[in-house]
């Protein structure tokens, strides 16, 4: 039932019972009275059904409105996901970088694992540089990963781009 038809049916109900008003003062005979008073309360006993029926109407539009948005985000990151893969840069470090096919504009970067699990996309940042390696930090996880030297040159070397031209 759609909100105009609910609140069609209530204003129907409401005219009823203001006929059913003037009827009651214009009308001398107890009985057909009684029976014009019984149908005044069959008729309140609608509108209060009625009534319910419109609020878990708004109940289940609320969820529906719900259900729509994280439909509509489920299809957002299904989109972005198939974007990465899962990359191994050096034993037992994982990140997710852009598919081989992605778009020639975009930067070289990184993904966090962690956030990417919980579908939430976190470029990592280098934060530390040493000689032996670097570190990477996650602002959204606060987790940090270090990769060696040997590990980021054999990872580039077998890229076909540039290391000394990376972001990395
Ligand atoms: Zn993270």
């Not at 419109?54 to 957002?76: A, M, P, R, W």
């Not at 997710?96 to 070289?108: A, C, F, G, R």
């Not at 990184?110 to 990592?124: E, G, H, M, P, Y």
């Amino acid at each position: 039932m759609a909100i105009a038809e609910i609140t069609t049916a209530l204003s129907s109900l409401s005219a009823a019972t203001k006929i059913l008003k003037s009827i009651l003062a214009m009308n001398k005979d107890v009985a057909v009275n009684q029976k014009i008073i019984e149908l005044q309360n069959v008729i309140l006993t609608l509108q209060s059904h009625i009534n319910s029926m419109h609020i878990e109407y708004n109940n289940l539009s609320k969820i529906k409105d719900e259900i729509k948005k994280e439909l509509v985000k489920h299809k957002d990151w299904n989109k972005t996901k198939s974007q990465y893969k899962l990359k191994k840069v050096a034993p037992g470090v994982f990140v997710y970088s852009p598919q081989e096919n992605k778009k020639p504009t975009e930067l070289d970067h990184w993904l966090c694992a962690n956030c990417f699990n919980d579908q939430k996309k976190s470029i990592l940042q280098l934060s530390k540089y040493e000689e032996r390696g670097k570190y990477y930090f996650c602002q959204k996880c606060e987790k940090e990963i270090f990769i060696p030297s040997d590990e980021l040159k054999r990872h580039f070397d077998r890229s076909s781009r540039d290391f000394t031209k990376s972001i990395f």
